[in-house]
């Protein structure tokens, strides 16, 4: 089968956004994936006990985005990391970090934390890294058949660089990345809710 028809016969829509792409990994595949990830990271790391303020607030606010997204069939974890970081990840099949350094940020406001992982859940639901992959295999193929012919390694690493580091690195001088919220990147911090 050609790399063409390949991709051809794995595209699909994404959800919502009605955006064509490529994946060529079944959802059990990916929440495999998603799974060793997540207890890799997680034994690296200092982990937040259960009763944990922290965990309870993450796990109570992230089940009511996974049931308001209609994802209630994944077995959605939520994990918090005792670090200063600002950060929060969500890898396939629902396992949820959120480091501590952003709940202090957001000063532990549960509409803010909605937020932020509401846009964690969408990159569950729209299968970015099983589209993310996809991609990456088709550049590898596209790069080793380049070299078969023209033997241009230099120029097959330039654009595996280039297509690969750009649509999903951080802006240039921005360390943090696309997915940081806004108030992180320029260290401003939330207002505490008025009640």
């Given at each position: 089968m050609s790399m063409g028809a390949y991709?051809?016969?794995?595209?699909?829509?994404?959800?919502?956004?009605?955006?064509?792409r490529m994946i060529d990994m079944s959802p059990e595949?990916?929440?495999v994936i998603g799974t060793i990830s997540f207890n890799s990271f997680l034994a690296n790391h200092n982990v937040l006990p259960p009763n944990h303020p922290s965990t309870i607030l993450v796990k109570r606010v992230g089940y009511r985005i996974a049931q308001a997204a209609g994802m209630n069939d994944l077995p959605w974890e939520f994990k918090v990391v005792d670090s200063p970081m600002i950060n929060a990840a969500c890898l396939p099949g629902g396992k949820v970090v959120v480091f501590n350094g952003l709940l202090q940020l957001l000063n532990y406001r549960e509409d803010a934390l909605a937020v932020v992982l509401a846009?964690?859940?969408?990159?569950?639901?729209?299968?970015?890294?099983?589209e993310k992959l996809a991609f990456t295999q088709l550049l590898l193929w596209a790069e080793f058949a380049v070299n078969l012919v023209f033997q241009a390694r230099f120029m097959t690493n330039w654009i595996s660089a280039l297509a690969v580091r750009l649509p999903y690195g951080p802006p240039a001088g921005d360390g943090g990345g696309p997915h940081r919220p806004a108030a992180a990147r320029a260290h401003v911090p939330l207002p505490a809710r008025g009640r």
């Open positions: 991709y051809l016969w794995h595209l699909n829509y994404a959800p919502f956004t009605g955006r064509m595949r990916e929440r846009h964690e859940a969408a990159h569950v639901l729209a299968r970015h890294t099983a």
